[in-house]
């Protein structure tokens, strides 16, 4: 009866405790990989393009002789297409300095009776142009100021 009575407490003493099984271990860390850091926009790079548009000139004669007497005056108007390019570069402050260039052409005319003959016509006509342009600005990420 001894054995018997010792052999029931080690067996309410194990069930009591609990047993220990693999189901009751914690669950073990799932390491993920860490994500990319933000891309810090740069505004450093050349670049070459193309633009489209139209033109709008007032054209005003005058003889600067005798006073600045008007002669004659006329709109020219035309479409315009060209290219561009240049080059930006960006300091670690953000401040960026750049250069750019572009040439269009054009086919604006126009004419107008001159005023003191009565009897001319003055003509004006567009053919191309073009400019070299700087550019200084502050950066915050893509927008440039």
Same mark, same amino acid.
């Given at each position: ?29 799932? %390491?993920?990989? #860490? ?14 393009? *193309?633009? /489209?548009? +139209?033109?709008?000139s007032r054209k005003n ?27 930006? %570069?960006?300091? #670690? ?14 086919? *604006?005319? /126009?004419? +107008? ?9 003055d003509q004006s006509h ?20």
């Open positions: 009866m001894k054995g018997f009575f010792a052999g029931a407490v080690c067996f309410v003493t194990v069930c009591a405790a609990g047993a220990a099984v693999a189901a009751d271990l914690p669950a073990r860390p799932i %390491y993920t990989k #860490a994500p990319p850091p933000a891309a810090v926009y740069n505004w450093s790079g050349c670049y070459i393009g *193309g633009n /489209g548009g +139209g033109i709008w004669w005058s003889l600067p002789d005798m006073g600045g007497l008007p002669v004659s005056n006329h709109n020219v108007d035309s479409w315009l297409a060209g290219i561009q390019g240049g080059c930006n %570069y960006q300091f #670690a402050n953000n401040w960026v300095v750049g250069v750019q260039a572009d040439y269009d052409w054009a086919d *604006g005319t /126009g004419s +107008g009776p001159h005023s003191t003959t009565g009897i001319l016509t567009i053919s191309n142009l073009g400019s070299v342009t700087g550019r200084v600005g502050y950066a915050w990420d893509r927008f440039l100021g």
